[in-house]
C-alpha cells in the first residue's frame, strides 16, 4: 500500500455466474476446480490483486466466495437488492445464517439500485419485479468484470437473469428479455475483449440435470466468442495479449508509485470534501495514474523525437559538406556515426514501448475523464446496459480492448450507485466544461493558440528556406561566372542547410501530427463551446445531463480518432535516414 492509502496493484476482477441447486457429490470437484483457477490466474498474473465479484447466492456463488476467502483474496458480494429484501431468497435458517456468515467477512457489499424505480416492497415477493433485478444483476457483473467465472451446465437458462442468460449477455451483450436486441446485433459484429469466460462444467440436483451434450461435468473449457474455437485449454491469445498489457499498466503503476503521488493532479481537486459522491474516488485514482504515466511517457516520446530530428539535421549537414564543399571521407564517418546514434535511441524506445504507452495511457486517462464527470453528474446510457466503457473505442484494434477493461472496472461502484445530486451537477459544469479562464473549454482555447502558433513558425520556415534558395540560385545564374569555385560551395551548402532545417522542422511538425491537431483542437473548441451555451439555456437537469451525455459521447469518438492518428506517427530508423539524406 502506498502512503495515501491505495493498492498499487490494480484489481483483475473475476466476476461468478452459476447454478444454485449443485449435485453434493459434485462440489468436492467443484470446489478444487474453482480452486485450481483462482490459484493460476493469481500465479499467472503476480502484478495484479485478484477480486471475486459474487452475488452469494445458496450454490456456485458460495462456493466460489468459499474458495476466493480461503486463498485470502478479495471478495465483494454484489446483491441483486438490499440486503434485507435480499434475504428472502434463503428458505431454512440454516441457508439464512451462512448466508449473513459470509457477507460478514466480505471485504465490500455492493447493492444495486431498483430497476425502473421499483420500491423495495414490490421485491418481497416472486414476480417480474424480482426476475427483472436479477437480470440487472447478470448484466452488472459481466459488464463490470474481466472474465467470468460460470458454475454452468453449459444449457440455456429457463428464466430470465439465470446462469445461460448471463454467459450469452458476456458474450453477444444481449440477455432475451432484459437489453434492447437492436443494439445487441451491432455489438454482435464487434470483436469484444470482454467475452472471455472460464467454464467449470457442473450437473443440477434437478431431472434433467445432467450437462449439455457434448459437457462432461468437471470438466474445464476457456468459453469465447471465436468462430473457430470458442472453447479451449488454454486461454486465447487475444484475451492473453490484454491482459498483458493490463499487467503492464499495473507494473507502470508500481514502479513509478512515487511520481505518480507527487504528481497527480485529481479531477476532485480541492473538493474532494465538498460531497462529491464517494463511489469516484476509484475513477479519480486510476486517473490520475493514467494521465501521470501518460505524461511521463510524452516526454520520454518529445526527448526522442527532438534528439533524432537533431540528428538528423547534422546528418544532413554532413553530406551536404561532403557533397558541396570538400569531399572528405571524414564528413561520411560522421554521417554513419549520428546515424547509429539515433538508431541505438531509437531501438531503446522501442524496446521500452514508449510511443505505445504514451498513446494508450493517454487514451485511458480521457475516457476515465468522461466516466468521472458522468458519474459526478448522474449521466448514463439511455440503456441500461450500456456504460461508459460501451462507448469507448469499439471500432479499433482489438488490442486497445485493455482499455475499456480497465475502464468497466473503475466504474464498479459508480455505476452501481448512481447520483442525481445538484451540486454534482455544478461541480461538473464548472470542471469539465468551465469557460474561458477554465475546465476543457480554456485548456482547448489554449492549446489551439499554441499549434496554431507553432504551425505558423513551420510556414514561415518554409517561406524563409524557399525565398533565400530562389535568390542564391539567382545569384548563382547571374554572376555565377564571376564567382570563385570557392564561393560556389559554400552558397549551395547554405542553401542545402536552409531547406534542411525546413525539412527536419515539417518532419517534426508530421511525427506530432501538428496540422491535424489543429483540426481536432478546433472541433472540440466548437464542441464544448456549444454545449457550454446549450447548458445555460437548459430549462432542466434532465436537459443538462442530456447535453452531457451527448458532449461525453462525442469527447469519447474524439479520443479514439486521435489515438488511431497518432499510432502511426511513430518515428522510424529508415525515417531517420531518409531525413538525414
Same mark, same amino acid.
Given at each position: 500500500?502506498?502512503?495515501?492509502?491505495?493498492?498499487?496493484?490494480?484489481?483483475?476482477?473475476?466476476?461468478?455466474?452459476?447454478?444454485?441447486?449443485?449435485?453434493?457429490?459434485?462440489?468436492?470437484?467443484?470446489?478444487?476446480?474453482?480452486?485450481?483457477?483462482?490459484?493460476?490466474?493469481?500465479?499467472?498474473?503476480?502484478?495484479?490483486?485478484?477480486?471475486?465479484?459474487?452475488?452469494?447466492?445458496?450454490?456456485?456463488?458460495?462456493l466460489?466466495?468459499?474458495?476466493?476467502?480461503?486463498?485470502?483474496?478479495?471478495?465483494?458480494?454484489?446483491?441483486?437488492?438490499?440486503?434485507?429484501?435480499?434475504?428472502?431468497?434463503?428458505?431454512?435458517?440454516?441457508s439464512?445464517?451462512?448466508?449473513?456468515?459470509?457477507?460478514?467477512?466480505?471485504?465490500?457489499?455492493?447493492?444495486? &439500485?431498483?430497476?425502473?424505480?421499483?420500491?423495495?416492497?414490490?421485491?418481497?415477493?416472486?414476480?417480474?419485479?424480482?426476475?427483472?433485478?436479477?437480470?440487472?444483476?447478470?448484466?452488472?457483473?459481466?459488464?463490470?468484470?474481466?472474465?467470468?467465472?460460470?458454475?454452468?451446465?453449459?444449457?440455456?437458462? *429457463?428464466?430470465?437473469?439465470?446462469?445461460?442468460?448471463?454467459?450469452?449477455?458476456?458474450?453477444?451483450?444481449?440477455?432475451?428479455?432484459?437489453?434492447?436486441?437492436?443494439?445487441?446485433?451491432?455489438?454482435?459484429?464487434?470483436?469484444?475483449? %470482454?467475452?472471455?469466460? !472460464?467454464?467449470?462444467?457442473? =450437473?443440477?440436483?434437478? *431431472?434433467?440435470?445432467?450437462?449439455?451434450?457434448?459437457?462432461?461435468? /468437471?470438466?474445464?473449457?476457456?468459453? %469465447?466468442?471465436?468462430?473457430?474455437?470458442?472453447? =479451449?485449454?488454454?486461454?486465447?491469445?487475444?484475451?492473453?495479449a490484454?491482459?498483458?498489457?493490463?499487467?503492464?499498466?499495473?507494473?507502470?503503476?508500481m514502479r513509478?508509485?512515487?511520481?505518480?503521488?507527487?504528481?497527480?493532479?485529481?479531477?476532485?481537486?480541492?473538493?474532494?470534501?465538498?460531497?462529491?459522491?464517494?463511489?469516484?474516488?476509484?475513477?479519480?485514482?486510476?486517473?490520475?495514474?493514467?494521465?501521470?504515466?501518460?505524461?511521463?511517457?510524452?516526454?520520454?516520446?518529445?526527448?526522442?523525437?527532438?534528439?533524432?530530428?537533431?540528428l538528423?539535421?547534422?546528418?544532413?549537414?554532413?553530406?551536404?559538406?561532403y557533397a558541396?564543399?570538400?569531399?572528405?571521407? +571524414? $564528413?561520411?564517418?560522421? $554521417?554513419?556515426?549520428?546515424?547509429?546514434?539515433?538508431?541505438?535511441?531509437?531501438?531503446?524506445a522501442?524496446?521500452?514501448?514508449?510511443?505505445?504507452?504514451?498513446?494508450?495511457?493517454? +487514451? /485511458?486517462?480521457?475516457?476515465?475523464?468522461?466516466?468521472?464527470?458522468?458519474?459526478?453528474?448522474?449521466?448514463?446510457?439511455?440503456?441500461?446496459?450500456?456504460?461508459?466503457?460501451?462507448?469507448?473505442?469499439?471500432?479499433?484494434?482489438?488490442?486497445?480492448?485493455?482499455?475499456?477493461?480497465e475502464?468497466?472496472?473503475?466504474?464498479?461502484?459508480? *455505476?452501481?450507485?448512481?447520483?442525481?445530486?445538484?451540486?454534482?451537477?455544478?461541480?461538473?459544469?464548472?470542471?469539465w466544461?468551465?469557460d474561458?479562464?477554465?475546465?476543457?473549454?480554456? !485548456? $482547448?482555447?489554449?492549446?489551439?493558440?499554441?499549434?496554431?502558433?507553432?504551425?505558423?513558425?513551420?510556414?514561415?520556415?518554409?517561406?524563409? %528556406?524557399?525565398?533565400?534558395?530562389?535568390?542564391?540560385?539567382?545569384?548563382?545564374?547571374?554572376?555565377?561566372?564571376?564567382?570563385?569555385?570557392?564561393?560556389?560551395?559554400?552558397?549551395?551548402?547554405?542553401?542545402?542547410?536552409?531547406?534542411?532545417? !525546413?525539412?527536419?522542422?515539417?518532419?517534426?511538425? !508530421? +511525427?506530432?501530427?501538428?496540422?491535424?491537431?489543429?483540426?481536432?483542437?478546433?472541433?472540440?473548441?466548437? /464542441?464544448?463551446?456549444?454545449?457550454? &451555451?446549450?447548458?445555460?439555456?437548459?430549462?432542466?437537469p434532465?436537459?443538462?445531463?442530456?447535453?452531457?451525455?451527448? /458532449?461525453?459521447? +462525442?469527447?469519447?469518438?474524439?479520443?479514439?480518432?486521435?489515438?488511431?492518428?497518432?499510432?502511426?506517427?511513430?518515428?522510424?530508423?529508415?525515417?531517420?535516414?531518409?531525413?538525414? %539524406?
Amino acid at each position: 500500500m502506498s502512503e495515501s492509502g491505495r493498492n498499487d496493484r490494480l484489481p483483475l476482477v473475476i466476476a461468478v455466474t452459476g447454478h444454485r441447486n449443485l449435485c453434493a457429490d459434485e462440489r468436492p470437484g467443484l470446489h478444487r476446480a474453482v480452486r485450481e483457477f483462482l490459484i493460476e490466474m493469481r500465479d499467472r498474473f503476480p502484478d495484479r490483486r485478484l477480486q471475486l465479484l459474487t452475488p452469494l447466492a445458496e450454490g456456485a456463488d458460495q462456493l466460489a466466495a468459499d474458495v476466493a476467502l480461503e486463498l485470502e483474496l478479495e471478495v465483494i458480494a454484489v446483491l441483486p437488492m438490499e440486503v434485507g429484501a435480499y434475504r428472502a431468497d434463503f428458505g431454512t435458517p440454516a441457508s439464512l445464517r451462512d448466508f449473513d456468515q459470509r457477507l460478514a467477512r466480505m471485504h465490500e457489499v455492493i447493492e444495486l &439500485l431498483h430497476v425502473d424505480g421499483g420500491t423495495a416492497d414490490a421485491l418481497e415477493a416472486t414476480g417480474s419485479e424480482r426476475d427483472a433485478q436479477y437480470a440487472q444483476l447478470g448484466v452488472f457483473l459481466a459488464a463490470h468484470c474481466h472474465l467470468l467465472l460460470a458454475i454452468w451446465d453449459g444449457k440455456p437458462s *429457463d428464466h430470465i437473469g439465470g446462469t445461460g442468460d448471463v454467459v450469452r449477455f458476456h458474450h453477444d451483450s444481449h440477455m432475451p428479455g432484459y437489453t434492447d436486441s437492436v443494439f445487441a446485433t451491432q455489438q454482435m459484429l464487434i470483436d469484444d475483449e %470482454s467475452d472471455l469466460v !472460464y467454464h467449470v462444467v457442473c =450437473s443440477r440436483d434437478q *431431472d434433467g440435470g445432467r450437462p449439455a451434450p457434448g459437457l462432461v461435468p /468437471l470438466e474445464t473449457w476457456w468459453y %469465447s466468442k471465436d468462430a473457430e474455437a470458442p472453447r =479451449s485449454r488454454s486461454m486465447p491469445a487475444q484475451h492473453e495479449a490484454i491482459f498483458a498489457r493490463s499487467a503492464e499498466f499495473s507494473r507502470d503503476r508500481m514502479r513509478h508509485a512515487e511520481l505518480i503521488e507527487q504528481d497527480a493532479h485529481p479531477l476532485a481537486g480541492t473538493a474532494g470534501s465538498s460531497g462529491l459522491p464517494a463511489h469516484v474516488a476509484a475513477i479519480d485514482d486510476l486517473f490520475c495514474t493514467a494521465d501521470v504515466l501518460a505524461v511521463h511517457y510524452q516526454r520520454k516520446v518529445l526527448r526522442t523525437l527532438r534528439v533524432t530530428h537533431f540528428l538528423a539535421f547534422f546528418m544532413g549537414l554532413s553530406f551536404i559538406l561532403y557533397a558541396d564543399v570538400q569531399t572528405e571521407r +571524414a $564528413f561520411m564517418v560522421v $554521417f554513419l556515426g549520428l546515424f547509429m546514434v539515433s538508431a541505438a535511441i531509437q531501438a531503446v524506445a522501442k524496446r521500452g514501448q514508449w510511443h505505445r504507452k504514451y498513446l494508450d495511457y493517454r +487514451a /485511458l486517462a480521457e475516457g476515465l475523464r468522461v466516466q468521472f464527470y458522468w458519474a459526478v453528474a448522474g449521466v448514463c446510457d439511455e440503456n441500461d446496459s450500456l456504460f461508459v466503457h460501451d462507448n469507448f473505442l469499439r471500432t479499433q484494434d482489438p488490442e486497445v480492448g485493455w482499455i475499456r477493461n480497465e475502464m468497466r472496472v473503475a466504474g464498479l461502484r459508480s *455505476d452501481a450507485a448512481r447520483s442525481r445530486e445538484q451540486r454534482g451537477l455544478e461541480f461538473v459544469l464548472r470542471e469539465w466544461i468551465g469557460d474561458d479562464s477554465g475546465g476543457q473549454l480554456a !485548456y $482547448f482555447n489554449r492549446r489551439t493558440a499554441d499549434r496554431v502558433r507553432w504551425n505558423r513558425l513551420t510556414e514561415a520556415l518554409g517561406v524563409i %528556406s524557399l525565398l533565400t534558395s530562389v535568390a542564391m540560385i539567382l545569384m548563382v545564374v547571374l554572376i555565377g561566372d564571376r564567382l570563385s569555385e570557392a564561393w560556389i560551395g559554400p552558397l549551395l551548402a547554405t542553401m542545402g542547410a536552409l531547406l534542411l532545417v !525546413y525539412g527536419i522542422r515539417q518532419g517534426y511538425a !508530421y +511525427a506530432l501530427a501538428e496540422k491535424e491537431l489543429i483540426k481536432q483542437y478546433r472541433f472540440m473548441q466548437r /464542441l464544448f463551446g456549444n454545449a457550454r &451555451l446549450r447548458l445555460d439555456q437548459a430549462a432542466s437537469p434532465f436537459e443538462q445531463r442530456h447535453i452531457l451525455r451527448a /458532449l461525453g459521447r +462525442a469527447a469519447l469518438d474524439e479520443h479514439s480518432e486521435w489515438l488511431v492518428m497518432h499510432r502511426s506517427r511513430s518515428v522510424e530508423q529508415s525515417d531517420i535516414w531518409r531525413m538525414g %539524406s
